[in-house]
C-alpha cells in the first residue's frame, strides 16, 4: 500500500494542524488563531470554549474558508474528510459549503436575510446543491421546518425572519443549515442569544439531529454549560491557543488548566449559594496583537509564581498527560492536581 | 394599507394647495409689499410706448386691480371649474383643471405644460436609466475592489461628475461630439418616441449621458458606501455559509440590501428631475418643462411660474408618496 | 429695440477685445450691391458678401429667446420686424440694401411713399394691384385698415408699438373686437375710399409717418380669418412665404407661399425655398452651430456671446466671416437737473468734461462692445453728425476745464451726489465706478446706489419725485432706437412732454421747452434732409444743456457662415437683412 492510498484511512475525519490566521491591520499583526491542531471523528461532537477574542469563532470560520474573503494570512493545515482545504481552490471549497460543512450562527436574526422569506433563503441553500426545481426545493424547505419543530411549517415557510420568535428563527437557521445533511455542523454560539428555556430545547435539537444525522458537531461557546451535556470532547482556547483539550469528562471531572478552573468558576450553578458560586477570571483577555510574553495568561493567573522564570519568557508546549488530555501550563503535573483537588474544587 | 393611502393623498393635496398659496404670494404680494401697484405690475406685459390708460386696462384684463384673495380664488376657481378668456374676437374656455393662461403668450398654461411634458419624461427616464446602471455598477465594483485603481479612478472620476456644472459638461459634449466628430445631432434635436424610438433615442443620448454624468456620480458613491456597509453584514456571510456563488452573494443578497435606501433617493430624484431639469433642457435647447419654467421666470409671467411650479411640487409629492409605497415592498419589516 | 436688444448689448459689452480694429459701420458709405461682391472682417456692414440670385435651398435660423408674438400687429423686436416681411408686406419698408441704402423707405405694399396733406395730418397711400393672401384672396386698402384697427387693442395685443394709438385722430374708438359696425371697419380716422386707397388722419402733424407706415402693424389681416390673440399661431401670409408648421415656443418652418407674385414685389428675393426657425436655443449653442456651419443665422441679430467673440477674433479665417457693425443704441447717463446743485447748467457741464469716456467704454467690452459716443445720435443714423461739444483730450476727462465749470457754478471744491444703476448688470456697475473715479478727480464725489433692473424705470430712476428726493444726481441709462431715424431714437428720451410723474420714464433728465420746439419743427418738417438737420439741432441743444452724459454707441459681432449668400447688414434693423439672404446648396 503506498502513502498516497493510505493517508486518508489514517486520518480522522476532520483534523486540524498548526492553524494559524493573522490578519495585517494598521496598527500590527492580529494573530487571532496562533497554531492550533485538533481532531473529530463522525457522530462526535466537540466542544470549543473561551472567552470573546480567544479564537474560537475566527477559527471556525477558517474551517468553513470563510476567511478568504476578509483577506486573512492562514497556515497550516485543515483536512475534511481526506481534502486538505487551505490549499483548495474557492471554487472548490465553496462547493463544500453548506453541503458538506455548514454553520449555525450566533445571532439568527441578523444571519438571515431581512428582505427574503425563510423559506426562499432554505430553498436557496437547498438548490445551490441539488438541481431540483423551486416546488421540490420548497417541499424539502417544508419539511425541514417541520424537521427542526416549527409549527405549521407549510403557512411559516412564507414569513419573514423577523416575523419569527428568536427561538424559531435559530430553529429556522438549523433547519438551513442542515437542508444539505452536511457531515460537519459547526455552530457557533448557536443558543447565546436565546433565553434559558429555548436554548435547552435547541441544544436538545441538536443532538436530535446529529444523531440522525451522524455528523460531526462542533459547538462554539463561552458557556462551559452548553458543552456539558453535549460534546464528547472539549478543547478550551485562549490568546488564539488551545490551553487544554481533552474527552469531556477529562476535562470537567480533572481540570489541569488554571483557565479553565476560572470558566468552571464562572458556571452558574443553581445548587450553590450566590456569594460563594462564582469565581471570576480576574482581569481581561489579551490583546491579540500584544500577546503577553510566555504563557499568554499569566498576567491573569493567581498562580503564575509557582513555575518561576518561564511562566514569562516561554510559550508552554501542550502535553498529553495521557489518554488525550492535553494541557498548556509550565506548573507540575503535582502542583495543579493540589490546587485543583485543595483549592479549587471545593468551592466550585 | 388603505387607509394610509388615503391619508397621504389628503396629504398632498394640502401640500399643494400650501405650495400653490405660497407661490401665489411670493409673485403676486411680494411686489406689492414693495410698493408696486397693480398698473405697475401690468406695465411688465405691455409694450414700451404704452400709456397710462392702456396699462391699466392690461391691469384689467389681467385681473391685478382685484384684491389679492379674488385673484387665488380666481386661480383655484380655474382648476375646479375651468375658466374662461378672451382672444378678442371670441372666447375660449379653458376646461378644468384650468392652471390659467398666460400673461405673455396669451394661451392657456396647462395645454403646453402637459405637451411639453414628454421632452423632460424622456430627459429623466432615460437619463435615470443609464445613471443608474452606470452608478451602481461602478459603485459596486468599487465597493468590492475598495483601494484599487479601480476605485480610485471610478471614485475620482464621480467626484468631478458631482464637481462639474451640467452646463459646462454638455456644452463641451456637443462641441466634441456633435459639431467636430459629428457622431450625435445638434443642440435643440427632438424626435417624438411615437415617431421614431430609435431617433428619439439617438437624439437624446447625449443629454441623458451628460445628466448621467451628474447624478451617476452622487449614486456609484452611494452604491459604494451602502455596499461597503451591506457587504459586512452577518447575513453575507450566511449567504457565503450556505456556498453560493460570490456573484450570487453580491447581487442577491448585497446589492438588494445596499440598494434600499438608493430607491428612495433615486425615486424622490426622478420626481425633481421632472419638476425641473432646468440646466440640462437650456443647454441642450430641449423644450420642456424645465426650459419653459425658466422662460417663465425670465419673462416675469406669473401664471407659468404657478403652473410649472405646482406641477414640479405634485411630481416630487407624488414621488415620495410613490417612494413610501415602494419601501414597504421592498423591505418586507415596514408594515404600514 | 426693447428687452432683446438691451439683453444682446449687455452680452456684446462683454467681449474679450483682442486687437479689433474699431470699424463703425458708418452712415453715408456708398454701397455696391451687385459688383464681385465683397470679404473680409466687416465687408458686409456696407457691402454684399458672397452674392447670388440661387435660390433653393433651406436656411436654418435659431433664437435663443422666442418672438414676443409672430402676429405682426403684437411685435416690438428689431429682428421681428426684419423677418416678419417674409410673411407679411407692410406699406412702406426698409430697402433691402447693404450699410446706409439699407436705412432708406422705400414702398412695399403701397405703390409709393406716402403722400400727406400740406399739413402733414392726411396721408395716403395706394396699394399694388394684384398683391394676394396665401388663401388666394386679394388684398384690399380695407384689410391693411382692418390690420390697423386690430393692433390698437392693447388688451389683446400688448407687445407691439402704440404709435397709431398716439398719433390717429382715434376719437373714442377702442378695438374693432367691440366694433358695432358690421364690417368692423368703424374708425374714421382710417378712409378706405377704393379697395386700393388708404387715407390716414392724425391728431397733429407728423412729417416721419411714412415709418409708422413701416410698421408691422400696417400688415394686411383678413378680419374673416382673425382669431385675435390666436392669430399668431396662423398667420395668414401676403410675403413670399408662409407657414407651414408652428409649434409655439419651440420652432417654425417657412415655405414659399404660391400665391405671393415676384412682379408685385421689387424688394424681395425669395431666394430658399424653406425658412427652419428653432426657438429658446441655448445661446452659446447657437454660436457653436453657427462656427460649425450646422445653423446659417442667429436671427436675433445681436451678435454672438462672449465666449464666441473671443474665438472669432482670434482666428483670422473666422474674423474674415464676421461683422461688427454699430447699432442705433447708446449707453449712457443722465444728468438730473432736479438735484441740486446739478440744477445748474454749470455743475452740469463739470460732469461733462470730468467724466474719461475710455473707463466708460471699457466697462462695457471696450471696442468689441462700441465706441466713446461724444453726443446723442448714433452716427448709423440717416443725417446723424458726429460732434462733441466737450472735448478733453483722447475722451479721457479734463479735470482742470471741470473745475473751471465748477468754479463758474459756484461749487469750487466740487459736490456730492448719488449714481444709480441696473443692479442686475455688471456692466452698468463697472461704469458707475469709472465715473465715480474720474469725477472723483475734479472734486465731484458720487455714492454708487443699485435698484432692482425690473423697476428700475417704473419705481426708481424713472419716476421723478423719487429720483429727486433721493438725490438721484446721475442716472445709468440706456436707449436703442426703433428705428434709425430721429424720431425714432430721441422722441422718447429728450422730449420733456413724454415724462410722466407717475413713473415708467426713459427719458431721466432732458427737460428744455426749447428742444420740445425743436422737436415739434422737426415733426412738421416734410422734406426728409431738412428734417435730419433739426433732429441734429435737437442732438445739439441737448449737449448744450448737458442733461446727458453720452457713454458709448453700440456694436454687436455678428457671424455668417460662409455658404450664407448675399449677405449684408441693413442698417434700417443694424443686422443682417433677412429678404436678401440666400443659401449655397
Known amino acids: 500500500m503506498t502513502d498516497l492510498y493510505e493517508a486518508p484511512t489514517q486520518r480522522s475525519f476532520l483534523e486540524v494542524d498548526d492553524l494559524r490566521v493573522h490578519f495585517n491591520t494598521d496598527d500590527g499583526v492580529v494573530k487571532s488563531v496562533d497554531g492550533l491542531s485538533f481532531k473529530l471523528e463522525r457522530g462526535k461532537t466537540l466542544g470549543i470554549v473561551g472567552e470573546s477574542g480567544s479564537g474560537k469563532s475566527v477559527s471556525s470560520m477558517a474551517l468553513m474558508g470563510l476567511q478568504r474573503y476578509a483577506k486573512a494570512k492562514m497556515s497550516g493545515e485543515i483536512w475534511l474528510d481526506g481534502e486538505e482545504l487551505l490549499s483548495a481552490d474557492d471554487e472548490h471549497v465553496r462547493s463544500l459549503r453548506g453541503k458538506k460543512m455548514a454553520m449555525i450562527f450566533q445571532d439568527p436574526l441578523s444571519a438571515m436575510h431581512p428582505f427574503y422569506t425563510v423559506g426562499a433563503q432554505i430553498i436557496e441553500a437547498y438548490r445551490i446543491h441539488h438541481k431540483v426545481t423551486k416546488a421540490v426545493a420548497r417541499k424539502h424547505a417544508i419539511e425541514m421546518l417541520d424537521r427542526v419543530g416549527i409549527p405549521q411549517p407549510s403557512s411559516r415557510v412564507d414569513d419573514y425572519p423577523h416575523q419569527f420568535s428568536g427561538g424559531m428563527r435559530q430553529r429556522a437557521m438549523i433547519a438551513m443549515a442542515l437542508s444539505c445533511d452536511p457531515e460537519l455542523l459547526i455552530a457557533d454560539e448557536p443558543t447565546t442569544a436565546l433565553d434559558v428555556t429555548v436554548q435547552a430545547q435547541i441544544l436538545d435539537l441538536i443532538k436530535d439531529l446529529q444523531q440522525e444525522f451522524g455528523s460531526a458537531v462542533i459547538i462554539i461557546t463561552h458557556d462551559l454549560g452548553v458543552v456539558a451535556e453535549l460534546a464528547d470532547d472539549i478543547m478550551v482556547m485562549y490568546a488564539g491557543r488551545s490551553v487544554e483539550q481533552g474527552s469531556a469528562r477529562e476535562v470537567f471531572h480533572s481540570p489541569q488548566h488554571p483557565y479553565t478552573w476560572g470558566l468552571l468558576g464562572s458556571m452558574p450553578r443553581l445548587d450553590r449559594d450566590r456569594s460563594e458560586r462564582l469565581l471570576p477570571i480576574k482581569g481581561t483577555p489579551p490583546s491579540l496583537i500584544n500577546v503577553p510574553s510566555g504563557c499568554a495568561f499569566h498576567p491573569r493567573c493567581a498562580f503564575k509564581d509557582l513555575p518561576g522564570e518561564a511562566t514569562t519568557s516561554q510559550v508552554p508546549e501542550l502535553v498529553d498527560i495521557g489518554g488525550g488530555h492535553k494541557v498548556a501550563c509550565h506548573m507540575t503535573v503535582d502542583q495543579r492536581l493540589r490546587i485543583w483537588t485543595n483549592e479549587i474544587q471545593p468551592k466550585l | 394599507m388603505f387607509a394610509y393611502l388615503i391619508r397621504r393623498l389628503l396629504g398632498a393635496i394640502v401640500m399643494l394647495f400650501i405650495v400653490s398659496i405660497a407661490v401665489f404670494l411670493i409673485f403676486f404680494l411680494l411686489p406689492r409689499i414693495g410698493g408696486a401697484t397693480a398698473d405697475d405690475l401690468a406695465s411688465r406685459y405691455v409694450g414700451k410706448t404704452a400709456d397710462a390708460a392702456q396699462i391699466h386696462l392690461m391691469a384689467q384684463k389681467l385681473g391685478f386691480t ?22 378678442g374676437p371670441t372666447t375660449v ?30 430627459l429623466a427616464v432615460g437619463g435615470a436609466i443609464v445613471w443608474l446602471s452606470f452608478g451602481v455598477s461602478a459603485g459596486v465594483v468599487s465597493a468590492l475592489r475598495k483601494g484599487s485603481l479601480f476605485d480610485r479612478t471610478a471614485m475620482g472620476i464621480a467626484l468631478a461628475g458631482v464637481s462639474l456644472p451640467i452646463f459646462f459638461t454638455g456644452l463641451l459634449a456637443l462641441n466634441i461630439f456633435s459639431y467636430n466628430l459629428g457622431w450625435f445631432p ?16 439617438y437624439d437624446l443620448i447625449l443629454p441623458w449621458v451628460t445628466l448621467a454624468f451628474l447624478n451617476a456620480a452622487a449614486y456609484a458613491r452611494l452604491t459604494r458606501a451602502g455596499m461597503l456597509e451591506t457587504m459586512g453584514e452577518d447575513f453575507i456571510r450566511t449567504a457565503r455559509a450556505k456556498g453560493l456563488p460570490e456573484r450570487t452573494v453580491v447581487v442577491r443578497h448585497g446589492l438588494r440590501a445596499a440598494l434600499t435606501p438608493i430607491t428612495t433617493i433615486f425615486g424622490l430624484d426622478i420626481g425633481i428631475l421632472l419638476g425641473s431639469s432646468i440646466l440640462t433642457e437650456h443647454t441642450y435647447s430641449l423644450n420642456g418643462l424645465g426650459a419653459y419654467a425658466l422662460q417663465a421666470i425670465t419673462s416675469n409671467d406669473l401664471p407659468k411660474v404657478l403652473g410649472v411650479t405646482i406641477l414640479a411640487a405634485t411630481f416630487v409629492i407624488v414621488a415620495n408618496l410613490v417612494v413610501d409605497i415602494l419601501y414597504v415592498v421592498i423591505d418586507p419589516r415596514v408594515r404600514i | 429695440m426693447k428687452r432683446k436688444r438691451v439683453m444682446a448689448a449687455v452680452a456684446v459689452a462683454s467681449a474679450l477685445a483682442v486687437g479689433l480694429t474699431a470699424c463703425g459701420g458708418g452712415g453715408g458709405s456708398s454701397s455696391n450691391n451687385t459688383a464681385g461682391g465683397a470679404s473680409g472682417f466687416n465687408a458686409g456692414a456696407d457691402k454684399v458678401v458672397n452674392p447670388s440670385d440661387a435660390k433653393g435651398g433651406v436656411i436654418k435660423m435659431a433664437n435663443s429667446g422666442d418672438w414676443d408674438s409672430l402676429d405682426p400687429g403684437d411685435t416690438y423686436y428689431a429682428y421681428s420686424w426684419n423677418f416678419v416681411r417674409l410673411y407679411g408686406r407692410s406699406l412702406v419698408t426698409f430697402q433691402s440694401a447693404p450699410g446706409a441704402e439699407g436705412a432708406k423707405l422705400v414702398p412695399d405694399l403701397a405703390e409709393s411713399l406716402g403722400k400727406p396733406s400740406d399739413d402733414s395730418k392726411t396721408w395716403t397711400y395706394k396699394l399694388r394691384s394684384g398683391v394676394k393672401f396665401e388663401d388666394g384672396k386679394t388684398v384690399t386698402s380695407k384689410d391693411v385698415k382692418y390690420a390697423v384697427e386690430r393692433s390698437l387693442d392693447k388688451t389683446v395685443f400688448p407687445n407691439g408699438p402704440t404709435y397709431f394709438n398716439d398719433y390717429l385722430d382715434l376719437g373714442d374708438y377702442k378695438t374693432p373686437y367691440s366694433d358695432p359696425t358690421p364690417d368692423k371697419l368703424g374708425l374714421k380716422a382710417i378712409e378706405t375710399p377704393d379697395d386700393s386707397t388708404i387715407v390716414f388722419h392724425l391728431k397733429t402733424a407728423f412729417s416721419g409717418f411714412d415709418y409708422f407706415a413701416m410698421l408691422p402693424s400696417t400688415i394686411p389681416v383678413e378680419q374673416a380669418k382673425d382669431t385675435g390673440s390666436k392669430y399668431k399661431e396662423h398667420v395668414v401670409s401676403t410675403g413670399p412665404y408662409m407657414f407651414k408648421e408652428n409649434n409655439l415656443g419651440k420652432n417654425f418652418t417657412l415655405v414659399r407661399n404660391p400665391q405671393w407674385d415676384q412682379k408685385t414685389d421689387p424688394v424681395r428675393k425669395a431666394l430658399p425655398d424653406e425658412y427652419d426657425v428653432s426657438l429658446n436655443v441655448n445661446a452659446d449653442d447657437i454660436d457653436n452651430r453657427l462656427l460649425s456651419g450646422d445653423l446659417d443665422v442667429d436671427i436675433a441679430g445681436s451678435g454672438v456671446q462672449a465666449a464666441a467673440q473671443g474665438k472669432i477674433l482670434s482666428d483670422q479665417a473666422k474674423k474674415a466671416n464676421a461683422d461688427d457693425p454699430t447699432v442705433a443704441r447708446l449707453w449712457y447717463t443722465s444728468i438730473n437737473g432736479d438735484v441740486a446743485p446739478l440744477d445748474n447748467v454749470h455743475c452740469r457741464k463739470a460732469v461733462e468734461y470730468a467724466a474719461d469716456k475710455t473707463g466708460y467704454l471699457a466697462a462695457y467690452g471696450g471696442q468689441t462692445g462700441g465706441q466713446v459716443a461724444t453726443n446723442m445720435m448714433p452716427p448709423i443714423i440717416p443725417g446723424a453728425e458726429s460732434f462733441n461739444t466737450y472735448e478733453t483730450p483722447n475722451n479721457a476727462g479734463d479735470p482742470a476745464k471741470a473745475k473751471q465749470e465748477l468754479q463758474a457754478c459756484g461749487k469750487a471744491d466740487g459736490f456730492e451726489t448719488n449714481i444709480s444703476y441696473r443692479a442686475e448688470r455688471p456692466k452698468e456697475k463697472a461704469a458707475a465706478e469709472a465715473l465715480q473715479q474720474s469725477l472723483s478727480k475734479a472734486g465731484i464725489k458720487l455714492t454708487i446706489k443699485p435698484f432692482p433692473t425690473g423697476d428700475y424705470y417704473k419705481l426708481y430712476a424713472g419716476k421723478p419725485d423719487y429720483a429727486k428726493s433721493n438725490n438721484l444726481g446721475l442716472m445709468i441709462n440706456g436707449w436703442g432706437a426703433d428705428w434709425p431715424d430721429g424720431f425714432g431714437f430721441l422722441s422718447q428720451i429728450v422730449d420733456s412732454r413724454v415724462i410722466r410723474a407717475s413713473g415708467g420714464n426713459t427719458n431721466l433728465s432732458v427737460k428744455d421747452p426749447a428742444v420740445d420746439a425743436l422737436i415739434d419743427k422737426a415733426l412738421t418738417t416734410t422734406d426728409t434732409s431738412a428734417r435730419e438737420k433739426v433732429w441734429v439741432d435737437v442732438d445739439k441743444k441737448v449737449m448744450d444743456d448737458a442733461y446727458t452724459l453720452p457713454g458709448l454707441w453700440s456694436k454687436g459681432l455678428l457671424y455668417r457662415p460662409p455658404h450664407l449668400t448675399n449677405v449684408f447688414v441693413s442698417n434700417g434693423y443694424q443686422m443682417y437683412d433677412y429678404l436678401a439672404l440666400g443659401v449655397k446648396k
Not at chain 2, 384684491?67 to 380664488?73: A, I, N, R, S
Not at chain 2, 374656455?93 to 421632452?119: K, M
Open chain 2, 93 to 122: 374656455h379653458c376646461p378644468a383643471p384650468c392652471l390659467g393662461y398666460s400673461f405673455i403668450t396669451q394661451n392657456p398654461v396647462l395645454p403646453d405644460l402637459l405637451d411639453r411634458f414628454p421632452v423632460t419624461l424622456s
Open chain 2, 186 to 201: 445638434a443642440g435643440g434635436s427632438y424626435t417624438n418616441f411615437t415617431d421614431n424610438p430609435a431617433l428619439w433615442a
Open chain 2, 66 to 87: 382685484d384684491p389679492l384673495y379674488v385673484q387665488y380664488g380666481r386661480f383655484l376657481a380655474g382648476i375646479f371649474a375651468g375658466a374662461d378668456y378672451s382672444t
